[in-house]
């Protein structure tokens, strides 16, 4: 049976001291799980951010929990890549579904800028 987790459930993977561990390893080989984009969001959020190699980290963690398509892997990966270059959690994801979607954004903010979606403009037009 497939089961969904959440956030606890990967840290509890990621994290080599996490008190959750043995039991999420437990779960891993007795089911198939799943979980969302949103949940390796909030894993951006509560860790530090030079506490690991993300982009490697969320690589792996993506073959062993899965979110539900391939485009969905896609925005966690970008995502992850844009959290490495400086991006904060939400901006980085932001930024990965539009490029995934192939979208521009709309935005005033400049940490777009870096990103491979086309940043449009949201500040007002200076016409002379």
């Given amino acids: 049976m497939t089961v969904f ?4 459930f990967l840290l509890a993977i990621a994290k080599e ?3 959750l561990q ?3 390893e437990d779960v891993l080989d007795e089911r198939e799980v799943v979980t969302s984009p949103f949940a ?3 894993m951006l959020i509560v860790l530090d951010r030079n506490q690991f190699d993300y982009v490697r980290l969320f690589a792996n963690l993506l073959e062993v929990i899965p979110v539900g398509s ?4 896609q925005v966690v990966l970008k ?8 991006m904060t959690p939400f901006d980085s994801f932001h930024a ?6 192939g979208l521009a954004l709309f935005s ?20 002379e």
Avoid: C, M, N
């Fill in 5 to 8: 987790v959440e956030t606890d």
């Fill in 17 to 19: 001291d996490d008190w």
């Fill in 22 to 24: 043995e039991r999420a």
């Fill in 40 to 42: 390796y969001l909030e």
């Fill in 70 to 73: 391939e485009d969905e892997k």
């Fill in 79 to 86: 995502a992850v890549t844009y959290f490495e270059d400086g």
């Fill in 96 to 101: 990965a579904i539009a490029d995934t979607r």
């Fill in 108 to 127: 005033s903010d400049k940490a777009y800028e870096d990103a491979d979606a086309e940043r449009l403009s949201l500040e007002p037009r200076t016409d």
